[in-house]
C-alpha cells in the first residue's frame, strides 16, 4: 500500500506561483502513472495533470494547460506540480493520486487511480 503525502500549498496572490510536490513511500512511484486532483469547496473533483509511468506522456485539465507542468522523479519517488499564473478559480485542495496498474499507459480521471494523498491546500487571493 503506497502512502502519498503532499505539499507546498499555502496562500499566494493572483498571478503568483506554487510548487507541490508528492512524496511516496511503502511503494514506488514507478512504474505507475501519477496524477494530482484537485477539489474546491462544493464541487467535484476535477483532474488537474497526469503522467505515464515512463514519464514520457503527460496529460492535463483544460483550465490549467499551459500554466501547470507536471513531472516525476522515480529514483527519488516524488511527483511535482509547478503552477504558475495562479487564478483565484484555482483555489481547491490538491491531492496527489497513483495509479492502480503497473505499466498502465492509460490517464483516465475516472478509472485509472486508485490511491490518494491527504491533501494541500492552495488558496489564490484576487
Known amino acids: 500500500q503506497v502512502q502519498l503525502v503532499e505539499s507546498g500549498g499555502g496562500l499566494v496572490q493572483a498571478g503568483g506561483s506554487l510548487r507541490l510536490s508528492c512524496v511516496a513511500s511503502?511503494?514506488?512511484?514507478?512504474?505507475?502513472?501519477m496524477g494530482w486532483f484537485r477539489q474546491a469547496p462544493g464541487k467535484e473533483r476535477e483532474f488537474v495533470a497526469g503522467?505515464?509511468?515512463?514519464?514520457?506522456?503527460?496529460v492535463y485539465g483544460d483550465s490549467v494547460k499551459g500554466r501547470f507542468t507536471i513531472s516525476r522523479d522515480n529514483f527519488n519517488n516524488t511527483v511535482s506540480l509547478p503552477m504558475n499564473s495562479l487564478k483565484s478559480e484555482d483555489t481547491a485542495v490538491y491531492y496527489c493520486?497513483?495509479?492502480?496498474?503497473?505499466?498502465?499507459?492509460?490517464?483516465?480521471?475516472?478509472?485509472?487511480?486508485?490511491?490518494w494523498g491527504q491533501g494541500t491546500q492552495v488558496t489564490v487571493s484576487s
Open positions: 493520486a497513483q495509479g492502480r496498474s503497473s505499466y498502465s499507459p492509460n490517464l483516465q480521471p475516472d478509472t485509472d487511480f486508485g490511491s
Open positions: 511503502g511503494r514506488a512511484i514507478n512504474p505507475y502513472a
Open positions: 503522467v505515464v509511468w515512463h514519464g514520457g506522456r503527460t
